[in-house]
């Protein structure tokens, strides 16, 4: 009789369960709908992304836990419809050469239709993991999860609410504390953020965006091994976010020149975060500190090819002529890059600044007479600037 009272139970919430689940989108329209904000995007069309937002979702994850005053969540309500657009961040990222790429679809561990997005922007990695949920008919997004960084789009947003409403505490300050940790990193300031983490991650040593901090530090500071330890101490902290470890494994991998780890870090990563044709520019990358050039260009070709619109991929190419001492393939690069871009005069000066050795090579002449031969005035008024 117990038996047959926990089956019943058990088919009762099956029931429950399948009928909630005919309440959401199939899998296909979310995968729709994400390539549609990548066409979208890449159009520089912002209006798809900002609409696809539910603000009413993000704000109540935003002030749960915040003591404001009415007058306060107006004007913090004021300030997240000003300023949290993310259709226009994206697009103005990928007006300024970024590239925006969908990624993968999958579900989370509660059936939540999830999708990840990857931000290239001149050199710089953006993951970010999407949740949505179905709103009045309509797939909308109500928070996001940057995978590289450890927080999530409501968390940043908080400590810019607190930041503009001079809310100051002790997790508020701590916080400031670690994006000026951040923003140290991306300077590359090391010292500067060792020491101001030495000081602040004591005090957050459970916050993973701390943990994050710290293990990003050490993929750019430490030896590969040290590297390791410090991922497997991340990844007994937080058991459900071995994607961050993974990443910054490869990135140390990448830094030390260790070809097959950065191999095998990729292999994990296309089942976390879906095919990329990224992984060819962080291959070349490996390569090139392996002093494998002539496989680091191979790898940027494959890149190329699968991003053809990405500058800062032809770029990254002439470096490693650069690097070889091939100027006239610097040139010829140069020349390809005139074919299907529109450089400015003020690119000119900046390639004979950036391969200063390049400028006495006949051919890289030969490209500075051509371009010195147009009449920028004239070619922009042509094409329509």
């Known amino acids: ?24 989108f199939p899998d296909e329209q979310y995968i729709e709908f994400a390539k549609h904000i990548e066409e979208s995007i890449a159009a520089g069309n912002a209006d798809l992304l900002n609409a696809a937002f539910d603000y009413n979702s993000f704000e109540k994850i935003v002030f749960d836990g915040l003591k404001l005053t ?19 961040i994206k697009v103005d990222a990928v007006t ?40 009045d008919k309509e797939i909308k997004i109500v928070d996001a999860f940057a995978v590289a960084s450890g927080i999530k789009w409501s968390e940043d947003c908080r400590q810019q609410i607190c930041n503009h409403l001079n809310i ?3 997790e508020v300050m701590n916080l400031n504390r670690l994006i000026q940790v951040n923003i140290a990193i991306g300077n590359e300031d090391f010292a500067a953020a060792d020491s101001i983490l030495f000081y602040t991650l004591p005090q957050t040593k459970d916050l993973m965006y701390a943990n994050v901090l710290n293990l990003n530090l050490s993929s ?27 990443f910054y494994l490869m990135q140390s991998a990448i830094g030390n020149g260790l070809v097959e780890e950065v191999s095998a870090q990729i292999d994990k990563m296309v089942n976390m975060f879906g095919n990329d044709p990224i992984y060819y520019v962080y291959l070349s990358w490996v390569f090139q ?40 393939q610097i040139a010829e690069e140069l020349n390809t890059i005139d074919e299907l871009f529109l450089p400015g005069k003020e690119d000119d000066d900046y390639f004979s ?3 200063p050795k390049a400028r006495n090579n006949t051919a890289f002449k030969q490209w500075i007479d051509k371009r010195n031969y147009l009449n920028y005035d004239s070619l922009n008024k042509a094409m329509g600037f």
């Open 1 to 24: 009789m117990k038996h047959f009272k926990f089956l019943s139970v058990l088919l009762l919430i099956t029931i429950v369960v399948v009928s909630c689940k005919k309440k959401d």
């Open 70 to 88: 009415e007058d306060q969540k107006i004007d913090a309500d004021k300030y997240i419809r000003e300023y949290i657009r993310p259709g226009s």
């Open 96 to 135: 300024y050469g970024a590239d925006f790429h969908f990624t993968k679809f999958y579900r989370d561990s509660l059936g939540n239709a999830r999708i990840i997005f990857r931000l290239y922007n001149n050199g710089g990695i953006s993951i970010e993991d999407w949740e949505m949920k179905v709103i």
């Open 168 to 170: 100051i505490n002790e």
């Open 220 to 246: 750019i500071t430490d030896d590969y091994e040290n590297v390791k330890t410090t991922a497997d101490q991340f990844v007994k902290k937080f058991p459900d976010e071995d994607r961050i470890a993974t």
């Open 289 to 328: 500190n392996a002093d494998a050039y002539d496989l680091a260009l191979e790898a940027m070709d494959s890149a190329i090819t699968y991003l053809p619109s990405l500058f800062d991929l032809y770029i990254e190419k002439m470096d490693i002529f650069y690097l070889q001492e091939q100027y006239s």
């Open 353 to 355: 600044r950036r391969y």
